[in-house]
């Protein structure tokens, strides 16, 4: 069955930097557009940025943009996302998420596979 694990959470500094990693598995990855989002507590899950199958085109959401970067190895099976210049509103669980085929969608809704979750928390 298809399982998405994500790590690299934790607790920092605003301003400060991590790295999220996704492995997947039991799918065939290069087939499927990754995207990373996000929930705070009492708010919609959000889009944070997508990468299509190839890793050739990204998208970041407004909110983070010049600050995160997505990016895939599909040798690898994995999907990371770098943050930099991190503040507090990014404070949130991190999904990511997978979609087979072309396109990548902001809509949690697009995305047949899901992740756990990893906790991020930055403090100001």
């Known amino acids: 069955q298809v399982q998405l694990v994500e790590s690299g959470g934790g607790l920092v500094q605003a301003g400060g930097s991590l790295r999220l990693s996704c492995a997947a598995s039991?799918?065939?990855?290069?087939?499927?557009?990754m995207g990373w989002f996000r929930q705070a507590p009492g708010k919609e899950r959000e889009f944070v940025a997508g990468v299509s199958r190839s890793g050739g085109i990204t998208y970041d959401a407004d909110s983070v943009k010049g600050r995160f970067t997505i990016s895939r190895d599909n040798a690898n099976n994995k999907v990371y996302v770098q943050m930099n210049s991190l503040k507090p509103e990014d404070t949130a669980v991190y999904y990511c998420?997978?979609?087979?085929?072309?396109?990548?969608?902001?809509?949690?809704?697009?995305?047949?596979?899901w992740g756990q979750g990893t906790q991020v928390t930055v403090s100001s």
């Open positions: 998420a997978a979609r087979p085929g072309v396109g990548v969608p902001a809509a949690p809704s697009s995305y047949n596979y």
């Open positions: 039991g799918l065939t990855f290069s087939s499927y557009t």
